[in-house]
């Protein structure tokens, strides 16, 4: 009798999805992290390389395990059930993501914001497809330009009205943007990186702005 699990062997699909997430995880998250360092890092340099250290640990191990747990779990259920379905995938998802992300930290947080805009996106074109929702020619046209100025101006009015409701990275990021740009000192501030080029220049005794 053939397996209902569509993995050729259980046991060797989610070994290699624990590498390949502890693989990826770490390539997404160790670049991301060195950017987000060098623009809003604070502290003096061990500081920041621990902190890109940690991240891309937490990001790496909690991607692998999750990948391996679900897939583990997936082939169990399945085989349970008799049969492949979605609703074994949803299952499966659930449990794992429980014991791997749902504790809340910076970059769980980020992990399933992510998730979640695209879910969104995925879910709406889902149903526009399956013609649950009618077709509407305008709003097909006009539904990126709707989505945009509502995002933006939902956002840009939290930052008004409350930073502190916002995620940590991006009121660090708009704060940058809107309210450093309120100050400035010299020259330098005007000058895209301008800090940091006069540090590096600085130093070499190259330029003085």
Same mark, same amino acid.
């Given at each position: 009798m053939?397996?209902?699990?569509?993995?050729?062997?259980?046991?060797?699909?989610?070994?290699?999805?624990?590498?390949?997430?502890l693989?990826?995880?770490?390539?997404v998250? =160790?670049?991301h992290?060195?950017?987000?360092?060098?623009?809003?890092?604070?502290?003096?340099?061990?500081?920041?390389v621990l902190?890109?250290?940690?991240n891309?640990?937490?990001?790496?191990?909690?991607?692998?395990?999750?990948?391996?747990?679900?897939?583990?779990?997936?082939? =169990?259920?399945?085989k349970?059930?008799?049969?492949?379905?979605?609703?074994n995938s949803?299952?499966?998802?659930?449990?794992?993501?429980?014991?791997?992300?749902?504790?809340?930290?910076?970059?769980?947080?980020?992990?399933t914001?992510?998730?979640?805009?695209?879910?969104?996106?995925?879910?709406?074109?889902?149903?526009?497809?399956?013609k649950?929702?009618?077709?509407?020619?305008?709003?097909?046209?006009?539904? =990126?330009?709707?989505?945009?100025?509502?995002?933006?101006?939902?956002?840009?009015?939290?930052?008004?009205?409350?930073?502190?409701?916002?995620?940590?990275?991006?009121?660090?990021?708009?704060?940058f943007?809107?309210?450093?740009?309120e100050?400035?000192?010299?020259?330098?501030?005007?000058?895209?990186?301008?800090?940091?080029?006069?540090t590096?220049?600085?130093?070499?005794g190259?330029?003085?702005?």
């Open positions: 053939n397996s209902p699990c569509l993995h050729e062997n259980c046991g060797k699909s989610a070994v290699k999805g624990l590498a390949s997430g693989g990826y995880g770490a390539k998250r =160790f670049t992290s060195i950017v987000i360092s060098a623009l809003f890092g604070k502290g003096n340099l061990k500081k920041r902190q890109i250290i940690k891309t640990t937490e990001h790496s191990k909690n991607l692998g395990v999750y990948v391996f747990i679900y897939k583990s779990l997936l082939c =169990f259920i399945t349970i059930r008799g049969k492949a379905a979605p609703g949803a299952m499966s998802g659930l449990i794992s993501s429980y014991f791997i992300f749902s504790k809340e930290t910076p970059v769980n947080s980020q992990i914001l992510y998730l979640f805009s695209r879910i969104l996106t995925g879910s709406t074109k889902l149903l526009y497809a399956r649950i929702i009618p077709a509407m020619p305008w709003l097909e046209k006009w539904s =990126f330009a709707l989505l945009t100025i509502f995002c933006w101006a939902s956002v840009m009015y939290l930052f008004e009205k409350d930073k502190t409701c916002l995620q940590s990275s991006l009121a660090s990021s708009m704060d943007l809107y309210v450093d740009s100050k400035w000192k010299g020259v330098v501030d005007f000058i895209p990186f301008g800090e940091s080029l006069q590096y220049f600085g130093k070499l190259l330029i003085k702005f």
